[in-house]
DNA sequence: GTAAAATATGAGCAATTATTCGCTTTTCAC
DNA sequence: GTGAAAAGCGAATAATTGCTCATATTTTAC
């Protein structure tokens, strides 16, 4: 078998400058998804954009799709950072006010940079290595499974696979669509109201 | 001003040949996007496994967006044809009934060609005319308020807009991802334990 | 039949986009 | 300081795609 030619791009960066570099390049790629959407998204461009050349660009990321996952990563490091502490707590509270904290969670998330969670949502085709990036909620689903099997007492649901689908379906859904398609919903008083309903449904359907 | 010249693409399709060939366009962009996804569906490829020119492509649409946009409008002539009559006498049920009824309508709407349904909701971009064309719930929207309006009675939400967001949202995401998404759920008794689960969810949130 | 209108063709041009590679500059290790 | 490795450069090339137009075929109307 013949040997990988040696203009395959490779893939960390050791120094600092090109972790600035790679760092340029994802920013750029994010900045331009928001601002002129997806298809102007062109290499050469966001090569421009992060103002280094597409050399420099091939030699950290294979390709478009790398980037805008890249970018997609980012993000979602960004909402588990943000989120990741007030998890912690949830876990040991009874069901009503675990449930609203969840909630109110799920909207925070949605709030960090929602233009680019929007376009993230809207208008990248997911295929290829972009197809497994939309697992972020099976991690939620997960944990919340946990949760209702540490409090299966407080319950009235049998199944709990199914019911840990119903609920982290419908939280996200609703604050997904709250956050990014509803402007009349975002003001304070109005995204309250969204949480205390979300929050009924979701308990309402818990404890019978 | 000058006048716009004469190649502008005509529209109608006036001759049953001419019939013929614009649907064979809009199948074959059907069957590319689910066969080989989004970014395989060239105005040339299209034209191709339509087994018609380019040219003749380009006499009835002005891009590959428009005929995008046809596949995504006959798809969802198909399911509201499927879907239409039942959705009629929805409307004089009382609500514990027309919930489930309903979620059972999304259930199957979603089963009309769901392999089309996954990669029109995954890997268009809704970027240019593809970008109202996503308004399909809205219409659900306002027949779902006008429902719960003349149901007042039977009710403890107070909201009719929050309480229509509510369960639209909710219903309209468990079927997509039910039936998109969890293979687990295609079974008819997974199916029926679901729609059981939505709809409680859903009538305990409107009935307090 | 025949002329005009409608429809169909597809090679080919234009424009865009991805990607490479020979070369320069910077940084590192000693 | 010096050599080697890392990082950066960008004009040039390759590949793809969108789209037109001069020409050919079919249909319609009379």
Redesign the interface.
Known sequence: MARRPLTTPRKDASQERSRATVDALVEATARILVKE???KASTNRIAEVAGVSVGSLYQYFPGKEALVAAVIERHQQEIMQCVRAELADVMVQPVEKAVRKLVAIAVKAHRVDPTLHRVLA??????GKLEKV?TFNHENYVLFRTYLDSHRGELR?D?L???S??CV??I???TH??VLH?P??LSDEAMQ??ID??T???V??LKG
């Open positions: 959407g997806f298809d809207e208008q990248i085709p997911r295929v939309a649901v199944d696979e199914l019911a689908f119903v379906t419908s996200e859904a609703l669509n709250a509803q009349r919903m109201a969204l309903d979300a009924r449904l979701v309402g359907y």
